[in-house]
């Protein structure tokens, strides 16, 4: 009996990799990159003519402001690689790594780009903060056993 115990412990233990995939919007959807692109272009320099001009500050607040933009969507520039384990999802970004267990989530909720990971019960608005955000890849194959997966180990879906 113990030794049945011992070696299902180590299966357990034994880290198994599920889903894996990397995610790079940028270069995934190249219409909306071209758009974003010219856009920010546009704004940069519409920015730079209000922060000079109409409001008269140096050119180091245009930098400020340009760099508050751009970090705010970096997510969309930098490749994102996910992999799922059997207690655990890893998210790796350009600089960090996330790593949180599966029970640090109450639900989870998928739209047409991702799948959102709530520390709630429920959704509620400060799941961007609190939550996980998870990008398909691009062929999205991974889509339909990601959710039954996601409902085995984490079991609400909104």
């Known amino acids: 009996m113990s030794s049945s115990k011992l070696t299902s412990e180590k299966k357990e233990k034994k880290d198994v990799v599920h889903f894996e995939w990397t995610s790079f919007p ?9 758009l974003l692109t010219v856009f920010l272009i546009f ?4 920015l730079r003519y209000f922060v000079e001009h109409a409001f008269l500050l140096s050119t180091m607040w ?17 490749p994102s690689k996910y992999t799922f384990y059997n207690n655990r999802l890893v998210a790796k970004y350009l600089f960090f790594k996330v790593e949180r267990p599966y029970k640090d989530f ?5 739209d047409k780009l991702g799948v959102m990971l709530s520390t709630f019960k429920t959704p509620r608005r ?3 903060f609190r939550g996980m955000s998870v990008r398909y890849s691009k062929t999205q194959l991974e889509k339909e056993e990601l959710l039954k ?10």
């Not at 245009?62 to 930098?78: K, V």
């Not at 109450?106 to 998928?110: A, E, L, R, T």
């Open 62 to 78: 245009f930098w400020i402001f340009m760099t508050l933009i751009f970090l705010s969507i970096s997510s969309y520039f930098i």
């Open 126 to 128: 400060l799941d961007p």
């Open 26 to 34: 940028f270069k995934d959807r190249p219409q909306t990159s071209a």
């Open 106 to 110: 109450g639900c989870f909720y998928s």
């Open 43 to 46: 704004f940069s320099f519409l």
């Open 149 to 158: 997966f996601l409902e085995q180990k984490i079991g609400k879906r909104f």
